[in-house]
């Protein structure tokens, strides 16, 4: 059993940055794939980025290329997104999730399904 719990939400305008953490319970999590997921209202939950358990893959939707850093730190059983030049479109409940599928450790996905875990989600609001 994995519990995930992210922090680091908040309010910040346009052009600004945050960076969310999620800290996981477990000593299985760094054989786990990461992923950030976010779903804002009206919206289906989306794909953001996501992490191998090994940290030496990821993935990024496009909208987020350039703007966002997914890393994990297995010694603390975090892991984090920097997000920069955040847009009023990045507004949104911002999810982290754990993969503990047999291959994760060198894989990632964005299919939401795959992923089991889930924290409680931090709200992320981007004024213009």
């Known amino acids: 059993q994995v519990q995930l719990v992210e922090t680091g939400g908040g309010l910040v305008q346009s052009g600004g940055s945050l960076r969310l953490s999620c800290a996981a319970s477990?000593?299985?999590?760094?054989?786990?794939?990461v992923g950030w997921f976010r779903q804002a209202p009206g919206k289906e939950r989306e794909f953001v980025a996501a992490i191998s358990g090994g940290g030496l893959v990821d993935d990024y939707a496009d909208f987020v290329k350039g703007r966002f850093t997914i890393s994990r730190d297995n010694a603390k059983n975090t892991a984090s997104l920097r997000m920069r030049r955040l847009e009023p479109e990045d507004t949104a409940i911002y999810y982290c999730?754990?993969?503990?599928?047999?291959?994760?450790?060198?894989?990632?996905?964005?299919?939401?399904?795959?992923?089991?875990?889930w924290g409680q989600g931090t709200q992320v609001t981007v004024s213009p």
């Open positions: 999730a754990a993969d503990p599928s047999t291959y994760s450790l060198v894989v990632v996905t964005s299919d939401p399904s795959k992923y089991e875990y």
């Open positions: 477990g000593s299985a999590f760094p054989t786990y794939a």
